[in-house]
């Protein structure tokens, strides 16, 4: 099975409850295992400390270690890296240096780089990408549509005015003036680009120029350094934004496609 994420959404993934009840479930599930799965560690406390320092590990680096692999992957073979691919150096990392630094603490008179078998070491890799698939398969489909419920209901307010974030298709700043566009038609009133830009996140369009802002529905695909809309109309991009604007747009289509 294919499925596709973004950093961003794996950022929002780890600060939801739902995320940290799945490691929860993890964490204690691997830290009551039989002894023989650590035989270094024969007691609870030491399992339990092995697995805590691994997951802090695995969590401290895994932005900084995903943003710069999935950029050096893409660069090469221009596509998104698999996850198994992804995540293994790091959980074989992680793992390593939590056995390690227990091993130094608790156990001085072992040998340290001998302390992980290559036993060990697959096990580690599978029992990360099961947990990792299931929250890619399970938790991120849920965390999509309890967004989209929300960006249906979203309202935004300009000049004491509200706004259904819904129905607006892009937004044009116009000196002090902000041109609100919609499927009927479009609406001008008396506020700064500033406050709206305030009020919604990249799911919900994106800034391509300093006076322009476009709804993620109403994008069809970049054209040069013009932004193409559903309706025919094209939206200037602005010549340092156009990176942003490309990632944004693949990001957007890798996610409509794994829905």
């Known amino acids: 099975m294919i499925t596709h994420f973004t950093l961003r959404e794996m950022q929002e993934l780890y600060r939801s ?12 599930m691997m830290s009551t295992g039989h002894p023989v799965t650590l035989p270094q560690f024969d007691s609870f406390s030491l399992r339990m400390g092995f697995w805590f320092v691994a997951l802090i590990i695995y969590i401290l680096t895994s932005d900084l270690y995903s943003k710069l692999t999935g950029k050096m992957w893409h660069r090469l073979f221009g596509k998104a890296i698999p996850l198994i691919l992804l995540s293994g150096p790091l959980v074989l990392a992680s793992t390593y240096l939590a ?42 489909p849920a965390q999509r549509e309890r967004k989209q419920k929300s960006q249906q209901q979203r309202w935004i307010t300009l000049a ?29 009133i008396r506020e700064r680009m500033s406050t709206f830009l305030e009020q919604v996140t990249p799911e919900d369009g994106i800034q391509t120029h300093r006076s ?7 994008v069809e695909a ?25 990632a944004w747009i693949e990001a ?3 996610i409509a496609a794994a829905a």
């Open 17 to 28: 409850w739902q995320m940290w009840l799945l490691i929860t479930v993890g964490f204690f």
């Open 99 to 140: 056995a390690v630094i227990l091993c130094i603490v608790f156990e001085p008179d072992t040998n340290p780089f001998d302390i992980m078998t290559w036993q060990m070491n697959v096990r580690n890799i599978l029992v990360a990408h099961a947990f990792e698939t299931v929250a890619l398969l399970w938790l991120i």
């Open 160 to 188: 004491g005015r509200r706004f259904l974030l819904s129905d607006i298709a892009r937004v044009k700043a116009a000196e002090h003036y902000l041109e609100i566009h919609n499927e009927t038609g479009s609406e001008v």
């Open 212 to 218: 322009h802002w476009v709804s993620r529905r109403y």
């Open 222 to 246: 970049l054209s040069g350094r013009k932004l193409r809309l559903i309706c025919g109309s094209k939206i200037p991009v602005a010549r340092g934004r156009l990176d942003e604007v490309r």
């Open 252 to 254: 957007r289509n890798a």
